[in-house]
Nanobody
Framework: QVQLVESGGGLVQPGGSLELSCVAS????????MAWYRQVPGNERELVGS?????????ADSVKGRFTISKDNTESTTTLHLHMNSLKPEDTAVYYC?????????WGQGTQVTVAS
């Protein structure tokens, strides 16, 4: 099992920046890919960006050039970061951390990001 705990959401003005973090613990050695998703009520959850174990990142077109994913590893945890710049009102959503292993898909509890003046 892998446990994911997100933090860092909140209210930010348009054009501002925010950083989300997700601490993965448990059987993190089984995880080969981590990602950030977001969801607006009434819409499907959409992929924001992902990062492979080897460090290869990919992003949704809507966030390319504004968002960056990075990670830090310790012996027992992996922390996934989402650095969000030039935020727009349409970035408002609940952001979820995701981890994939060979046999399982794990989700964090979600953290709300609201971009408004």
């Amino acid at each position: 099992q892998v446990q994911l705990v997100e933090s860092g959401g909140g209210l930010v003005q348009p054009g501002g920046s925010l950083e989300l973090s997700c601490v993965a613990s448990g059987r993190v050695f089984t995880v080969y890919n981590m990602a950030w998703y977001r969801q607006v009520p009434g819409n499907e959850r959409e992929l924001v960006g992902s990062l492979t174990r080897s460090g290869s990142a990919s992003y949704a077109d809507s966030v390319k050039g504004r968002f960056t994913i990075s990670k830090d590893n310790t012996e027992s945890t992996t922390t996934l970061h989402l650095h969000m710049n030039s935020l727009k009102p349409e970035d408002t959503a609940v952001y979820y951390c995701n981890a994939m292993s060979l046999n399982s898909f794990y989700w964090g509890q979600g953290t709300q990001v609201t971009v408004a003046s």
